[in-house]
């Protein structure tokens, strides 16, 4: 089993930055996919970005795209998601979720079924 937290998640004006951490357990962290994902209120939960083991792919929904960077620290067991020029439609429970094999981020695009752990989700939400 591999146990997933998020942290960083509050109240921001729009505009704003915040930073989502999220640490996953397990020796093997170095080989999964790591990936965000966000649910707002009578939403789907949707992709909104994901990074390779190697940290050497990543993707980003087109709604995120240039306002937020997903990095990984390996050595901590830790990933990131840099959010800035926050939009009141950024509001949402965001969720960290873990691949521990690896083929969910390698590109093109995200494998959204293959990400079988799950954070509780910590909750963004960004006034106007």
């Known amino acids: 089993q591999v146990q997933v937290v998020e942290s960083g998640g509050g109240l921001v004006q729009a505009g704003g930055s915040l930073r989502l951490s999220c640490t996953a357990s397990?020796?093997?962290?170095?080989?999964?996919?790591m990936g965000w994902f966000r649910q707002a209120p009578g939403k789907e939960r949707e992709g909104v970005s994901c990074i390779s083991w190697s940290g050497g792919y990543t993707w980003y929904a087109d709604s995120v795209k240039g306002r937020f960077t997903i990095s990984r620290d390996n050595a901590k067991r830790t990933l990131y998601l840099q959010m800035s020029s926050l939009k009141p439609e950024d509001t949402a429970m965001y969720y960290c979720?873990?691949?521990?094999?690896?083929?969910?981020?390698?590109?093109?695009?995200?494998?959204?079924?293959?990400?079988?752990?799950w954070g509780q989700g910590t909750q963004v939400t960004v006034s106007s």
């Open positions: 397990g020796a093997h962290f170095v080989d999964y996919a």
């Open positions: 979720a873990a691949d521990p094999s690896g083929g969910s981020c390698l590109g093109p695009g995200m494998q959204r079924t293959g990400f079988g752990f």
